[in-house]
């Protein structure tokens, strides 16, 4: 759940799901269409039919019980390097370390290299014995994760109140491999719904914004030709985020019979389920215009 998504949003999701199936058995039996109901509203609905096909595997191939070896743990759908490695860490207490972003950026800057090129190859050719030399290696893999998040953060580290800056390159040299990341800056964008009379939107994956390309959106575009907006009338300006992005949205409409090729009409009452909450947000807007 927590792939892409942040702790504050999984957590009534994760309550009412593990309430639902208390056990890897009760997830590995249920039938898709549940778990999908349950899952409404986090998107990215891969990673909920990966979750119930590698319950049924680990039930039916594994006795219940995450396999030990890495190469295996790997070959379960949804589950690569990363997730593998904080799965034989945090169960098995094997010597690991998961690289996530926060992961990458406290080791690059604890060895002031460059964090583009730094890769779980070349960490292995760091002398890192001093720093990660534990028993308690589950701890720590957790306790990497944290630090990234809460003190050596991407844009302000605190650097002043660190434990471990006595072992660290970055805090120490002049010459700062690791550069901080500069705040992102907000995108506007202008989305277009062609809206018919008898409550319907019509919505095309041909957008242009490179996400959830998966799921329909209206018309998205970065315009600043006055003739694009033609015809269009505001409905509102607001902010959204996906992901990493932030958008300021200028959400514009217009009733017609005639839509583009590639767009297709859906009824703003009947089509709600997995939705993302980008595009709920777009029909809950226009509803109020019929
Ligand atoms: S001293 Fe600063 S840069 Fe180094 S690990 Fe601590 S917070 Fe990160």
């Not at 899952?39 to 979750?51: S, T």
């Not at 972003?101 to 460059?114: A, C, E, P």
């Not at 844009?155 to 010459?175: D, L, N, R």
């Not at 839509?259 to 009409?265: K, M, S, V």
Request: hydrophobic share 35%; charged share 25%; proline share 3%.
């Amino acid at each position: 759940m927590l792939q892409q998504t942040q702790v504050k949003t999984v957590i009534p999701y994760f309550e009412v799901f593990i309430k639902k199936f208390q056990t890897l058995e009760s997830l590995s039996q249920a039938k898709e269409k549940k778990v999908l109901k349950l899952w409404e509203g986090l998107g990215y609905y891969r990673r909920a039919r990966n979750l119930l096909a590698t319950s049924k595997i680990l039930v039916n191939k594994h006795n219940s019980k995450l396999p030990k070896c890495i190469n295996e743990i790997k070959t379960l759908p949804g589950i690569g390097e990363y997730t593998a490695n904080v799965l034989i860490a945090l169960i098995y207490n094997k010597p690991t370390l998961a690289f996530d972003g926060n992961v990458k950026r406290v080791i690059s800057r604890i060895f002031n290299v460059d964090e583009k090129k730094f890769d779980f190859k070349n960490f292995k050719n760091l002398n890192t014995k001093k720093l990660f030399n534990t028993k308690r290696n589950s701890d720590l893999v957790e306790a990497i994760m944290e630090f990234g998040a809460l003190i050596c953060n991407a844009k302000t580290p605190k650097c002043i109140k660190c434990p471990i800056k006595k072992y660290c390159k970055f805090f120490k040299s002049p010459h700062k491999t690791y550069k901080i990341k500069k705040n992102k800056i907000r995108k506007n964008v202008n989305i277009f719904c062609y809206l018919s009379k008898n409550g319907k939107i019509a919505l095309t994956k041909n957008n242009n914004v490179g996400f959830l390309n998966t799921f329909n959106l209206p018309q998205i575009e970065n315009a600043s030709n006055k003739k694009t907006f033609k015809d269009w009338r505001l409905l509102s300006k607001y902010k959204n985020s996906i992901s990493n992005k932030k958008l300021n949205i200028n959400l514009y409409y217009k009733f017609s019979k005639n839509i583009p090729l590639n767009y297709t009409w859906y009824s703003i009452k009947t089509y709600k389920d997995f939705m993302p909450s980008f595009t709920k947000r777009i029909f809950r807007q226009v509803s109020v215009l019929f």
